[in-house]
């Protein structure tokens, strides 16, 4: 098993999750953030740290696209260690659909 980050994370990008992850394997983009799956030792302790449910156990029903997307983008991205600031207009993107059609880049984020 591992976590993966889902599309609730996009254009919110809150890193609480960065601070208590012990094996650094959350890497950022411009909007969102992604666990790279191969690092992740399945500890689970960035779960309950992200306030917009954006991160979840490959084990549910419909993550496989989202472990190769976090795959693919955590290959691309850098590693992100500490904890940033997010948006200033991340709390108006909490609970809002549709967000990877809408909001997602490529663009790599700024790392740390």
Request: aromatic share 10%.
């Amino acid at each position: 098993m591992t976590y993966v980050v889902i599309d609730s994370c996009i254009a919110c990008k809150y890193t609480d999750c960065v601070e208590v992850c012990p094996v650094d394997c959350f890497y950022e983009g411009e909007n969102m953030l992604v666990i790279h799956p191969d690092e992740c030792i399945d500890c689970g302790v960035c779960e309950p740290e992200c306030p917009v449910d954006a991160i979840r156990p490959d084990t549910e029903p419909g993550m496989e696209t989202w472990v190769e997307f976090n795959r693919k983008y955590s290959e691309i991205w850098p590693v992100i260690y500490e904890k940033i600031d997010p948006p200033p207009d991340a709390e108006s993107h909490e609970g809002e659909t549709e967000k990877l059609k809408k909001y997602f880049s490529e663009k790599p984020g700024g790392g740390t």
